[in-house]
């Protein structure tokens, strides 16, 4: 009796799995052919969002160009998007201006793509549905390039040995600047890289400055590259220019980080790109400038940054622009302790707005964030602008070399610092009631779509 009741029941089990299965094959049919694959649907997202980086040249530990490159890294890419770790965008999502010209981060439907990709067992698809292999520069030529054409003159730091597998390494010295324009002209753009094919790997982040002046003592100051990882050039907005003369000299600021081999004779380059000659820009600059306390500009440097060990600590810097200014770039700077860094602005009426704020900083990166055009901070004259930097000391940052250590300021990479970097334009009283006009009337225009 037991045994046929066995029977009955299996069969019924068996005859109830198949009509299940015949009931839902058409959706299990319909669900394996909406997968996504690697050729239709995560290509393109990795050839857009990741491929300047993950190639042969790049700096990217491994490619990411075809299935058989990216096939065996596909958990760890699941893994690293859903984090928000790659691509590297640090910013905090939740608070101040979300649109930004360079702007690689990730949508959530990006990310759902890949992950839905991985778990369904990161299947090729069709090879057919490839896209294109997307065109990409080596370390040997410039980005500004592709848009403004080659570089009106460049020029070169003295040579530097980068040792292997040693500490940080920082290379301060100056040159001079003779003879490569004729008068005073006007910068368009600059970029700063190292040699290629190993500077561009030792090259952490570096700042090449220009003083110049003319036969009447004229002075100017201003930036020739700042460059950092995932930061190469600085293109000006249309009608505004850096003024230089014709002679001077070149501090060179340069941060290596040393591989597993000796780089002889690293010279690092600035590129240049002028407006046409006699071209006067309306608006004038000097760059992306630096926001530090003990240079009187404001913001955090080296008086009081004393991290115990297991701390988090926070603090704040103060710059009162004493013109209005449009602000077209935030970079914050700090080092391996660095969580977090955000640039407030208090209005004269004493309204405050957050402009920007990275929450998971990372010292392998320096991004300059570049506000979209129609919502870069256009400040009126008396705003103050509020920097507040906090260091994670303890063993939850999993960047920090040693969470028992005293850390004080310092140039080295395990040592700290914190001050922000800003591409600033400050403007005259008309000039800022004009900008701000036609900004508005922009708006205006748009809300009536």
């Not at 490569?180 to 090449?208: M, N, Q």
């Not at 129609?374 to 008396?382: Q, T, Y």
């Amino acid at each position: 009796m037991k045994s046929k009741l066995r029977f009955r029941l299996g069969y019924f089990e068996s005859t109830a799995a198949l009509l299940i299965s015949i009931a839902l094959a058409p959706w299990m049919s319909a669900a394996a052919q909406t997968s996504p694959t690697f050729s239709a649907d995560v290509a393109p997202i990795l050839f857009e969002k990741c491929a300047s980086c993950h190639n042969p040249e790049g700096i990217g530990p491994m490619p990411l160009l075809s299935y058989a490159d990216v096939k065996p890294w596909a958990g760890l890419i699941s893994y690293k998007v859903q984090a928000r770790e790659m691509p590297p965008w640090h910013l905090d999502q939740t608070t101040g201006i979300q649109d930004y010209q360079n702007d690689v981060s990730l949508t959530d439907d990006q990310i759902t793509t890949i992950v839905s990709w991985v778990d369904s067992g990161a299947p090729e698809g069709d090879p057919a549905a490839m896209p294109p292999q997307p065109v990409l520069l080596n370390g040997n030529e410039w980005q500004t390039a592709e848009l403004l054409g080659p570089p009106d003159f460049v020029v070169k730091s003295p040579p530097y040995t980068v040792k292997a597998n040693a500490q940080d390494q920082w290379w301060l010295r100056d040159t001079t600047f003779e003879g490569l324009i004729d008068g005073p002209r006007y910068v368009r753009a600059t970029e700063l890289k190292g040699s290629y094919p190993l500077g561009v790997k030792v090259l952490h982040h570096g700042h090449a400055t220009l003083r110049s002046y003319d036969e009447n003592g004229n002075r100017a100051a201003g930036p020739v590259g700042r460059q950092g990882v995932g930061k190469s050039g600085d293109q000006f907005p249309e009608g505004t220019g850096m003024l230089v003369y014709p002679n001077g000299s070149i501090t060179w600021n340069l941060h290596y980080f040393p591989i597993d081999q000796i780089v002889p004779n690293e010279q690092a380059e600035a590129a240049v790109w002028l407006y046409p000659k006699g071209y006067e820009p309306e608006f004038q600059t000097r760059g992306e400038q630096f926001f530090a306390a003990d240079t009187g500009s404001g913001g955090l440097w080296a008086n009081d940054i004393v991290l115990p060990p297991d701390s988090i600590k926070s603090q704040q810097g103060v710059r009162v622009l004493s013109q209005a200014a449009l602000i077209t770039s935030f970079r914050p700077h700090m080092h391996m302790r660095g969580r977090a860094q955000s640039l407030e602005a208090v209005y004269p009426d004493g309204r405050r707005e957050m402009l920007s704020r990275v929450d998971k900083y990372n010292h392998s990166w320096q991004i300059a964030y570049k506000f979209d055009d129609d919502v870069a901070p256009l400040l009126p004259k008396g705003t103050m602008l509020l920097i507040t930097t906090t260091w994670d000391n303890t063993a939850e940052n999993p960047n920090n070399p040693d969470h028992r250590q005293w850390v004080v300021f310092g140039q080295r990479g395990v040592d700290e610092m914190s001050h922000t970097w800003i591409g600033i334009t400050y403007l005259n009283d008309d000039q800022y009631e004009r900008l701000s006009a036609e900004r508005q009337g922009r708006l205006t225009a748009q809300n009536r779509l």
